[in-house]
């Protein structure tokens, strides 16, 4: 099947600084990718939708300036949280759709927040 | 708002047995399931899928049936192994065969396998 590759898989911050998660659709070119966040012990949670080269869709209450989506081409999206702070702990999964309707998931970054 | 969840959170089965994992949707008009696996640190993995003109779908140890009258489905693992420990979730796309749907993921189980 199809690969999505998330880096870094894990990475510890200090408070105030900000992280970027890159997810890359290796052997597709993907039309759509989809960034989750997951706490321990609960499901994985839609963060926002981007298509290449237009703006992300944010999910209710999801902060657009905290959480920075860019995808700048149709095998790489990223995802900056600013300012990251303790409660920005979590594990992000990243997903890419193919032409064809299937999606793919990345292996997911821990990120923890000192 | 989601309509695929209702899962037990843990099912803890002996080693060489059939699980069972559940899942109920809220929504009739829902057509298309999917199982995920996902081992602790990683992400999901596809597992099966069943759309709802199908009742029943096998895969390699692993069927899924569909009940549309209760809004059900289940996920079963014959000959549990230590390595199908992990959480199991029912997920669903939240506009079916729409290049613009985004998967919306249940609560989940997790599956731990006594030896």
């Known amino acids: 099947g199809a690969v999505v590759s998330q880096h870094p898989s894990w990475v510890i911050c200090k408070s105030g600084t900000s992280v970027k998660i890159e997810c890359r659709s290796l052997d597709f070119q993907a039309t759509t990718m989809f960034w989750y966040r997951q706490f321990p012990k609960q499901s994985l949670m839609l963060m926002a939708t981007?298509?290449?080269?237009?703006?992300?869709?944010?999910e209710q209450g999801v902060e657009k300036d905290k959480f920075l989506i860019n995808h700048a081409s149709l095998t790489l999206s990223t995802l900056t949280v600013t300012s990251a702070h303790p409660e920005d702990s979590s594990f992000y999964i990243c997903?890419?759709?193919?032409?064809?309707?299937?999606?793919?998931f990345g292996s997911g970054t821990q990120l923890s927040v000192l | 708002g989601e309509s695929v969840g209702l899962h037990l959170p843990t099912l803890s089965v002996q080693e060489g047995d059939n699980s069972i994992i559940n899942c109920a949707y809220s929504n009739s008009a829902s057509d298309y399931f999917i199982w995920y696996k996902q081992e602790s640190g990683k992400g999901p993995q596809f597992i099966i899928d069943i759309r709802s003109n199908m009742d029943k779908r096998q895969g390699q140890r692993v069927t899924v049936l569909l009940n549309k009258t209760v809004k059900h489905l289940s996920l079963q693992i014959a000959a549990t192994q230590p390595g199908d420990s992990a959480v199991y979730f029912c997920a669903e796309p939240d506009r079916p065969d729409s290049s613009a749907s985004k998967i919306i993921f249940g609560s989940g189980t997790r599956l731990s396998i006594r030896p």
């Open positions: 981007s298509n290449e080269g237009s703006k992300a869709t944010y």
């Open positions: 997903s890419a759709r193919d032409g064809d309707l299937w999606v793919f």
